[in-house]
Nanobody, 116 residues
Framework: QVQLVESGGGLVQAGGSLRLSCKAS????????MGWYRQGPGKQRQWVGT???????NYADSVKGRFTISRDNRENTVYLQMSTLKVEDTAVYYC??????????WGQGTQVTVSS
């Protein structure tokens, strides 16, 4: 089992920055991919980006160039650095870690609100 706890959400003005954290505990030996998703008001949950066990990152077009995913293996933590935030980035942000065999784990979510 893996437990994930997100933090770092809050209220920020458009154009500002925030860094979200996703700290894992438990048995992360089989984790292969770590990702971020978000769900805006009245919208479906959407993929934001992922970082693989080997450090390869991929991003949704809507955040490419503005968001950066990184990790600290010693702290079992993945980060989502968000810059040049837009009102449409307002959402609950979730981290999701996926094992090689496909089992996945989700955090509880953290609210990000971008004001105009």
């Amino acid at each position: 089992q893996v437990q994930l706890v997100e933090s770092g959400g809050g209220l920020v003005q458009a154009g500002g920055s925030l860094r979200l954290s996703c700290k894992a505990s438990g048995n992360i030996f089989n984790i292969n991919t770590m990702g971020w998703y978000r769900q805006g008001p009245g919208k479906q949950r959407q993929w934001v980006g992922t970082i693989s066990r080997t450090g390869v990152t991929n991003y949704a077009d809507s955040v490419k160039g503005r968001f950066t995913i990184s990790r600290d293996n010693r702290e079992n933590t993945v980060y989502l650095q968000m810059s040049t935030l837009k009102v449409e980035d307002t959402a609950v942000y979730y981290c999701r870690w996926i094992e090689r065999a496909g089992t996945d784990y989700w955090g509880q979510g953290t609210q990000v609100t971008v004001s105009s």
